[in-house]
């Protein structure tokens, strides 16, 4: 193979310090650092090799996934990684594996629900793994007969789960609870009397969640003690007295803001890593348009390719900044309900389920786009996007499903007009709500294409329409005499609405993080054009809210697609660079399309050797298969 | 389990007839009764069973792929199949296969490109598999160094290939030509001196198209005899001199055109066999709202639900229609070339190269969408819908990545306007840009919501757009002096000015297929409430267009949308009946959660016991790697 950089002149391009957006993205110095390190320390380890992953079987494949999760816990324990380093440790190691639920889940769980007591009695197991734990809420169908089904970590490995059931006390009803249950035996694994669990099958994907044992469970007369529900927020007495403790329900909001702010932040991860495949790839694939005999195009230079890739680029940046916005509003949260402050909760909460769904869905559709970007070679596994992809798509599905929590969002936002006329303000990401007059009639002055570059005018074109269209629901909906059946009726609308509200939010956080400031040469003019691209982007895409809302004119929408044209230009030398910035390493990206030098075909070529057809010339089945057909022989040929 | 139909109270609710409805989706009753015949015959014969296949390795994978060809040859010959049944049991049997590109490309190449002569010589071999053949165009990379990869059946299989290689006589380069070249010997299948040749690797998906060997291919210093050349259309004499025969180098498109058509129907089938189990589960599924404790409320009853799924549904039978017609178009477009009428070629391979690209775009992101629509259990490979995608998803790729396709159909647009001036009046599909005087100015005259239920009207509304989007590109591109630069420039522009165009092209044929006479109770009127889904949601999804360019006012727009959702329930209680009309067998489907008697949970349940995992209790891997984790002895464990 030759060697060298391929790529080292797209590279000389950039027009800003690559090391110094390292430190951005990343969100600090220390954090670039563990990053930095613990990626590298992963990458050159062999014991996490995952190239072979496509070639493995689902028994070999799980097995080499429990191999990889107790080599890390000892690599952890052995170097006395911090929690922080662990945790990038897990990211790094990237494969679903039962310790994403016991630490993601089942502690969070235990945390948030349980009292002190059971702090106390259960934490320690769990951070030890003297335990290990799921979370079991999701069920097969619906009926009293169903079994739990889903849960990742029950099917195979779990010794422990919270399993969400109904509390019935005197024959009450009290609704659904929260469970410490123990599964399985801690001396041989067997499942304890009365449970039936097991593992629900392939998914997507060759490798993906099939690393993963998502479980089905079956109780049978199954008895825990009482001490085993979560207490926090509701009692059962010894006697059997059911009774609600003074913490408000709402904590639980807590806990979901917590997780969908994860979900947020793997959400730029997962882009980033697809778009600095599809970037470095394009920039190495030449195609067509050879004039006077010179090397062929650089298929990055066709604006049809940019207008697909770079806005997904910008996307990535974007989602990162809402991500670490989110960070901060979660700390925030907790400090505030610590000070039994519960005012900012619901806002928080909408505002995180319906960002959930906004960079979930935005991130799994872009993961295909660069999958596509890079023409037929991205079909195979050897690019990383297939599995990439399938590993990520249930994210739009799974912490809520993307739909229902956009009706989630639109519920809330119709409520917060509501009670506008009551003098209520708006709080966070709502409160240009309390402007609604002014959204109401204002009006875009861009006269020319730059117009569009200046914040202000950006974030007015996107207070306006989301609020214009949010009053619009709300008009409609009140000639419902029945307001569930308006809510019903008009969800289709709802829904666009709540992206509308969501996709101001991330304008708005980029715009903010942009005011801040940002050390480094150029630095913070590349995030100025990314930012232009985000929202010009995504202002292109819904003209037509942005024109039948009249917030802006046609004309205007004609300006802001040629300064996205423009922006595209200045993106261009960059592309590489900024890519480069999110620092992974080529075993985290894990294709050959996407690797550092750019030497994307003799790889390749290589890498196809290795498949397990190609151990022999002539494949197996040609004897009975193959020759009988060509020699017309099938008639007395056993198939 | 339990028996009998969960399905028929849905099926109870239909208002037409459905075995009806079954004869316009297959095209006649004879195509309806092959179809049927053949599907069950494939269903009933356990020797093509394919729902172990995410339970394959790639070997036995490949090798039972070549059980399956063998074995349908054998039934084909057996049952004395006629061509129309044996492409029937191929598609049925629903398995990527080298015999596909045999029948579907090789074939047609040496149809299309080879002389009288070379015609009599290899199609004869060819027709009874006594050699094998693929097509093999696509390159690794680029520079002269570079290898055939990905060609469907090279890898393994193929003994035969058309190969797309430069001819050079004399020192002199005539460009790129197809020559028959024999890979493998027929009787050993070892490959032939200077021929290296192997399969390319692992592909989307657990089955999909890792069931075919896409391969690579080196020669060194291979030689063929001269008269392996495909000949059509340039000959090279004994002496080695080069010359061109009069048939027009056009013909090729001709051979695209018909590859490109059956793209478009495949099209309809996956969407359709998607949108099928995604209808089916929807019924079944339920979810929330339950009152006053009687049942949840089944999912296909959300508006958002609805407003997914039906214009999937609708566009499923949008494109079998369009697809229908192309046929039409290449029969015509055939018998043409035969009288030396090349007039309307152009025109017919920009309209199928639009085609192909907006219907296979629509279809993959269409499949996806599905599977999102049945939430976590859309993730399970019994739900067939991962595979569904991963298998389809490269017909966005191949024969002509869709993005490029759109460009030339953009700038056989511009030409088109571009002559008008000249007095040349635009066919078939461009016919309505002779009207672009009255197109530039109309207004569309909607005033209430069932005025959108007009064809005229919305006929006007898309060629209005759709001329006013290619005059607004045409404008700015003579704003350049060169004219490609401009192309180049304005390409996101041009190539949704394409889709536009594509777009009206496809609701036009909806229409135009209403006109014919539909006999069957209110079969008619289904499909006429299909097609106002489609093109309304069509408007509404791109509603900026139609805004940009002044087509309809925000009202009407707004309009659109409202009887849009009125649409939605008219068709509701057809639903489940407008998904059984595609008459596929559960075999074909391949999903549980499609399966015909929505006896959904049960199934699941019986399969997840069949993943090996599920082999024993306590899981390999349990000993060496949870158990000293659990045990605190890690540290001393051999990883
Ligand atoms: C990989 C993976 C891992 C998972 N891990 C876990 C785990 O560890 N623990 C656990 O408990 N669960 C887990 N789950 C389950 C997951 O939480 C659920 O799949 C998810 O909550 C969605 O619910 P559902 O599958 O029942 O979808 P459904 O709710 O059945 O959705 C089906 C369709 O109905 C629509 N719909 C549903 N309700 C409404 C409504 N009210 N209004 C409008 N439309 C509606 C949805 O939009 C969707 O289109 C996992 C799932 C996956 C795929
Ligand atoms: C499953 C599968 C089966 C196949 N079977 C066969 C077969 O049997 N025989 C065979 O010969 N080949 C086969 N192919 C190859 C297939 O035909 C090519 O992948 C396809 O033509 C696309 O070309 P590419 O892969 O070089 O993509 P590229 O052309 O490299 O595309 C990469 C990106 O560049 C963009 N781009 C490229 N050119 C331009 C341009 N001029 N303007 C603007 N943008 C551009 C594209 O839009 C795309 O986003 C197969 C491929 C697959 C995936």
Not at 91 to 116: C, N, R, S
Not at 129 to 152: D, F, R, V
Not at 197 to 222: C, P, Q
Not at 255 to 273: E, G, N, P, Y
Request: glycine fraction near 8%; include cysteine.
């Amino acid at each position: 193979m030759e060697g060298g950089d391929h790529l080292a002149h797209e590279r000389k391009k950039a027009q800003f310090d690559v090391e110094a957006m390292k430190i951005v993205w990343a969100g600090s110095r220390h954090a670039f650092e563990v990053s930095d390190r613990i990626s590298k320390l992963v990458a050159s380890d062999p014991a996490f090799r995952k190239d072979n992953r496509p070639m493995l079987s689902r028994k070999e494949l799980f097995k080499n996934t429990l191999r990889k999760a107790a080599y890390a816990w000892k690599r952890i324990i052995e170097l006395r990684l911090s929690e922080e380093e662990a945790s990038k440790l897990r990211f790094y190691v990237d494969e679903p594996a039962f310790t994403d639920l016991h630490w993601g889940m089942f502690l969070p769980a235990i945390k948030g629900q349980g009292t002190e007591e059971q702090q106390q009695k259960w934490l320690p197991l769990a951070y030890k793994m003297q335990i290990i734990g799921c979370y079991a809420q999701t069920e097969l169908g619906h009926g009293s007969n169903s079994s739990k089904w889903w849960p990742g970590g029950l099917g195979k490995i779990s010794t422990h789960a919270v399993v969400y059931a109904r509390l019935i006390t005197d024959g009450q009803d009290h609704g659904v609870h929260g469970f410490i249950v123990q599964l399985r035996s801690l001396d041989d694994h067997s499942p304890l009397p009365g449970i039936t669990v097991g593992d629900i099958g392939m998914k997507f994907g060759n490798g993906a969640y099939n690393t993963m044992d998502n479980g089905v469970l079956r109780f049978d007369h199954v008895r825990i003690p009482r001490d085993q529900m979560l207490m926090k927020v509701s009692q059962v007495s010894r006697e059997g007295k059911y009774s609600q403790s003074n913490v408000p329900r709402q904590l639980v909001y807590g806990t979901m803001v917590f997780v969908r702010q994860t979900i947020v932040a793997d959400a730029s991860c997962a882009l980033s890593r697809a778009v600095c495949i599809a970037t470095r790839y394009s920039a190495v694939r030449r195609q067509f348009g050879s004039q006077n005999g010179g090397p062929e195009t650089q298929v990055i230079d066709y604006k049809t390719q940019q207008s697909r890739l770079f806005p997904l680029l910008a996307s990535a940046y974007a989602f990162r900044f809402v991500g670490e916005w989110l960070k901060w509003l979660y700390t925030d949260v907790t400090q505030r309900l610590q000070a039994n402050d519960f005012s900012t909760l619901p806002e928080a909460h909408a505002c995180t389920a319906g960002l959930k769904s906004l960079t979930t869905a935005a991130t799994a559709d872009g993961i295909e786009e660069c999958r596509k970007l890079c023409g037929g070679h991205g079909y195979l596994c050897s690019s990383g996007l297939p599995e990439l992809f399938a590993v990520y798509v249930p994210a739009c599905t799974y912490e809520g499903d993307n739909t229902v929590l956009l009706l989630q969002v639109a519920r809330f936002l119709v409520k917060t007009l509501s009670q506008l006329g009551s003098g209520k303000q708006p709080v966070g990401t709502t409160a240009y709500m309390g402007q609604v007059e002014h959204l109401m009639q204002c009006h875009c002055n861009v006269q020319k294409a730059e117009d569009w570059l200046k914040p202000a005018v950006i974030l007015e074109a996107f207070e306006a329409r989301s609020a214009r269209m949010s009053v619009a629901c709300a008009k409609n909906l009140s000639k419902f005499t029945n307001p569930e059946e308006g809510f019903a009726e008009l969800s289709g609308d709802l829904v666009e609405a709540a992206i509308a509200h969501c996709q101001l939010i991330i304008v708005s956080k980029f715009i903010e993080k942009l005011q801040q400031d940002i050390p480094g040469k150029g630095v913070k003019q590349q995030l100025g054009v990314l930012c232009n691209i985000y929202a010009l982007f995504l202002l292109h895409k819904h003209q037509g809210d942005f024109l039948s809302t009249g917030c802006i004119t046609p004309k205007q929408a004609y300006l802001a697609n040629e300064q996205l044209r423009a922006l595209y230009s200045q993106a261009r030398p960059n592309a590489i660079a900024l890519v480069d910035a999110f620092n992974y390493t080529d075993h985290y990206l894990g294709s050959i399309l996407g690797c550092y030098d750019g030497n994307v075909y003799p790889k390749l070529y290589e890498a196809a050797w290795k498949d397990p057809l190609n151990d022999s010339v002539v494949p197996d089945g040609y004897r009975e298969y193959i020759w009988p057909m060509l020699k017309q022989q099938l008639r007395t040929a056993r198939l």
